[in-house]
């Protein structure tokens, strides 16, 4: 094996173990911090389209955010996997119980919703970045699927890494292909990683 997925592999290994540990109310209100944080953010203030993740049972719930965004009339975006070509589309929704289980048991917004595409959607848009991991430069380990660094290799809003404070390593191995995020966004407010690439 690789030695840069080695160390990927055994960092996912002790970080997915340290996250499923974690005692569900201390998790609660680490999310619920992340989520106050996430609103006192000026992008999230003007952002006209919020792209969110559905988080799994181990991962930061931000569900709330996907509340407020739509109380204030966003419009909030979840997305689809292709698990063929490893990619993802955003769709927009406009009601968090459009999201059903589809690929590996994620919640998914129907194949129909509309697309949510950068190219025409020309309001300003923030993506919310799930990891398990982060570093200190806003580089992230997540899964291994890849799905999100192909995604935001072309997206030009603004990314905000969502993590635990303690979840920040000084560095993560990083292949050629992996992108950083613009802030980190933890339950103790918003870091700004140290360079961008």
């Known amino acids: 094996m690789n030695p840069i997925r080695k160390l ?11 996250r499923a540990a974690m005692d569900k ?7 619920e911090a992340i989520t106050k944080a996430a609103l006192s ?10 792209l ?26 979840y997305p689809r996997c292709d698990k063929e070509t490893h990619t993802m589309q955003y769709h927009i929704i406009s009601s968090l119980d459009e999201l059903s289980p589809e690929a590996y048991g994620i919640l998914e917004p129907p194949a129909d919703a509309p697309v949510y595409d950068p190219e025409t959607d020309l309001g300003s848009a923030i993506c ?11 580089y992230r380990l997540g899964y291994g699927k890849g ?9 030009s809003g603004s990314t905000i890494g ?10 993560v191995p ?14 103790k407010g918003v870091r700004m990683p140290g360079t961008r690439r």
Do not use: H, M, Q
């Open 174 to 187: 990083r292949g050629r292909f992996d992108v950083s995020v613009s802030i980190l966004l933890t339950e």
């Open 25 to 31: 109310e201390e998790k609660t209100r680490r999310d």
């Open 147 to 155: 799905f999100y660094d192909r995604y935001l290799s072309a997206f």
């Open 128 to 138: 919310f970045v799930p990891g398990l991991v982060y570093d200190k430069e806003g």
């Open 162 to 171: 969502v993590v635990y404070s303690d979840y920040i390593l000084p560095t």
């Open 41 to 50: 953010l000026v992008s999230f203030r003007y952002a006209e389209f919020v």
């Open 8 to 18: 990927k592999d055994e960092i996912r290994a002790e970080y997915s173990a340290k």
């Open 52 to 77: 969110l993740y559905a988080a799994t049972d181990n991962e930061i719930d931000i569900s709330a955010i996907a509340k407020e965004a739509l109380a204030r009339g966003k419009k909030i975006a």
